[in-house]
């Protein structure tokens, strides 16, 4: 039950924060095509960022489902996620409106770390918790694409201090190895109702 | 159970798009009767808007009434859907504002064809996911009502260019023809209840 | 089960409602008391907001606590409900930034009324629907309450024009009848269950 | 199931709050390091907030975890606690745009005082409802926790005026003291179960 009420608000959580980044598409003074012009790369910055609360939405499920209580450590260790994905509204409008200019590419992607490293403690919580022998730590592994996602953010700020167009190519192709929903767990709890 | 949680999601983000529509509609500077005149449009867009958005709510509702496993392909063309269905409050605040101005109206247009496509895409893959037999395939059919959506909001799209006001007619009929709930799942599953 | 989702739709709305009032409480620019003086009448008509919805919520909670099946006309008599609920925001922060003026004043009695009008809609519609001797019917009664309410929004509308400061009681005095929180149908409810 | 609802709208308003506080990180119209600047002080209060309101949504939790039926009285002292914790997101602006001048953290800590007492008073309204043996009443006990908190929270507020930094010193230990989850209705639980 206390887990329920824990899914039930991050969703809320999740839910408001990958709609309010709508906010940030001001709307054009002007009416014609011309003022949609300068709004593309707000809103492919939009785009970027939904997809990845959609990602974050999709493996919060998946890290929940096997399991069964929530104590005091995993309840933190969920708000310091929900905390850093609540600051991509202001990393995206901050990206999006300003062209891919080096600082606000480079602190996109330190929000992006810092969340990751946050999916990771609360991964981590989750695991100790439970046990090495658990479903979640079968379906984890060794993390293979946990760990190379905090490589590329890493390199992904170094990079946009010089070449912002690597940092973003790398945002969107850390976004597309997580678009693939993680099956591991999945596929992990299917074999293990079948022994 | 991960049926109930996408539902839960998309509930939550529904309502937050049908709600922050609400934040457009901009406090008047001044407080006489006048100053309520040129809100009139942003008023009626906004009305039609809740109207889309409630109708795709209840669609929603019926498509994964008869669902009951969530894969990631149906998950992930749910978000799509919902990525659509958050530009709402944008488009509606820029074709409010403008008075019906050409290209805001054909972008409005743009917008529910694409909402509409992708509602189009969810519904398939539940269907191909549950086989031709299923009750969804058989309430949905040959899908006329979603076909001629698609067909008036194509028209729609380029009648805004020249007269933008058949383009809002057009917005308003599709409007009306789904305003009537989508009885056809309902009806499929009461037949099949007592046969 | 369809009930659920309705309660969970509309109790999202209902929050984001009376969570987004609290975005018109703009932050001033000094520092000093004498900036928050001029947002008191702000503060209050978000007061009296944040009561009317919670009352809203409350009764709307009550009015379902009885219903079994929703039906299309249920759905859309809810809509409408959330619908004039949502421009509460609008209306608040108009009134509130224009200190009783006459006309923000009528307009926020008027969609004080038309909410109270589709509260009484929807309450018929689901009466309709469980018939004369259900037990919402027998807790309703002849509705004085709801009747009375709706004269005093009327007459509130009328007396903005001359006297805001008698509508503004008028809406206090309503809020008041209300706030006792509707026990007619709890008890309509422990009176069958022993009987 | 009366619970439920009440617990589903109060966590939508608690993730509204938590998140619609980020709103208030204006993006800055700059693109360097040096526009991130000014931005620190709001940023560091928006932290503060979030942790508080992590701390009401936690302790919430506990609280209505033991709780079964709720009375007219319980609904009103909660949405008199949503109220004032609804105030969060204009304090935290406030304070965090005027670098802790004087009369904004006074205000601050006056919203933290009315949230505790507004939590204090829920909180005995549940014991009220469940009798002076039951397990609410047993974990919570004298309640040394709650009401040092208000008495630095008074502290505070009176500090504010002449040494803000000691009210801001003040706010953070408090919230330290909260941010260990409370254990006593856990363990009193625990405890009960076990005799």
Redesign the interface.
Known sequence: M?KN?L???S??????????M????K??SG???Q??KPMAPVFLSY?LS?IYV?IY??NH?HLF?STRRVT?GI??AN?NL??WL??F??AT??VG??HL????TA?YGGVLLLAAMAYYLLQSRIIAQQGPNSLLAAAVGRDLKGKVSLALYLISIAAACWHPWIATTLHVTVACIW???D?RIERALHHRQES
């Open positions: 206390e009420r899914e039930a608000f969703d809320g959580v999740l839910a408001i924060i990958i709609t309010i709508v906010l940030e598409l709307v054009p009416a014609g095509l003022a949609l785009l939904f959609g939405w999709n499920h489902q005091g309840l933190w708000l929900l905390f609540s600051l509204p202001f409008a901050w409106g300003n200019a080096p600082i606000p602190l678009l693939v929903p099956r």
